[in-house]
C-alpha cells in the first residue's frame, strides 16, 4: 500500500485543520488506519486509529473531544478532523495502515502541522 498524507500547515491556536491519507496500490479498507505524530525531539506517538469497518476508534488522551478519525473506504481515503488546535499539537503527523492495531505496515511520508501565533 502506498499512502500519501495531505492537508499540513501553519494555524493559529484555536483553528482547525483536516489531514487526509490517500492509499492506493492494495484495499484499503483490508486495514486499521492509524494517525502518529512526531514532535522535535520527541517521540513518536500514536494520535488516533480506527477500525477497517469505522465501528472501533481510538484517541490520545490529549485530543479527546478536539480531534475525529473517519475514513471512506471507496474513496480508498482516511481523515483527521483536528479542532480546537493547541502549540503542543505542533508535530509531522504520518497515517498508517496495519493488519492490526499493534502492527503498523505501511506509512506515508508525514505532513507538517505547526499551531502558532
Known amino acids: 500500500v502506498q499512502l500519501q498524507a495531505s492537508g499540513g500547515g501553519l494555524v493559529q491556536p484555536g483553528g482547525s485543520l483536516r489531514l487526509s491519507c490517500a492509499a492506493s496500490g492494495r484495499t484499503f479498507s483490508n486495514y486499521t488506519m492509524g494517525w502518529f505524530r512526531q514532535a522535535p525531539g520527541k517521540v513518536r506517538e500514536f494520535v488516533s486509529g480506527?477500525?477497517?469497518?469505522?465501528?472501533?476508534?481510538y484517541y490520545l488522551d490529549s485530543v479527546k473531544g478536539r480531534f475525529a478519525i473517519s475514513r471512506d473506504n471507496a474513496k480508498n481515503t482516511g481523515y483527521l478532523q483536528m479542532n480546537s488546535l493547541k502549540p503542543e499539537d505542533t508535530a509531522v503527523y504520518y497515517c498508517?495502515?496495519?493488519?492490526?492495531?499493534?502492527?503498523?505496515?505501511?506509512w506515508g511520508q508525514g505532513t507538517l502541522v505547526t499551531v502558532s501565533s
Open positions: 480506527i477500525n477497517w469497518s469505522g465501528l472501533s476508534r
Open positions: 498508517a495502515v496495519g493488519g492490526s492495531w499493534s502492527t503498523w505496515d505501511y
